[in-house]
Nanobody
Framework: QVQLVESGGGLVQPGGSLRPSCAASRMRFSIAAMGWYRQAPGKQRELVAGITGGGSTNYADSVKGRFTISRDNAKNTLYLQMNSLKPEDTAIYYC????????WGQGTQVTVSS
């Protein structure tokens, strides 16, 4: 069974940075389409950023220019560099893998507050 384990969330002040990561196992990571989603209290889960096996990326308009998704296929790890964080970025961030079915990690909490 595919396993996705997120880490690297936390509490940060507005304007700060975080870099959550997602360690994948029991899957062919290098060819999988991967993504980061987030869910804030009372809101639906939304796509933040995605990256294909070939390295093409896409971003939600709200994070363009501030967030960067990347992958290290040698380490089977997905990253999300988050800069210039805003209070509205506060959410649980989930790693996603699309391999015929959708697979999800357990999530990592990101809180942006002064």
């Amino acid at each position: 069974q595919v396993q996705l384990v997120e880490s690297g969330g936390g509490l940060v002040q507005p304007g700060g940075s975080l870099r959550p990561s997602c360690a994948a196992s029991r899957m062919r990571f290098s060819i999988a389409a991967m993504g980061w989603y987030r869910q804030a209290p009372g809101k639906q889960r939304e796509l933040v950023a995605g990256i294909t096996g070939g390295g093409s990326t896409n971003y939600a308009d709200s994070v363009k220019g501030r967030f960067t998704i990347s992958r290290d296929n040698a380490k089977n790890t997905l990253y999300l560099q988050m800069n210039s964080l805003k209070p509205e970025d506060t959410a649980i961030y989930y790693c996603n893998a699309k391999i015929i079915s959708n697979y999800w990690g357990q999530g990592t909490q990101v809180t942006v507050s002064s």
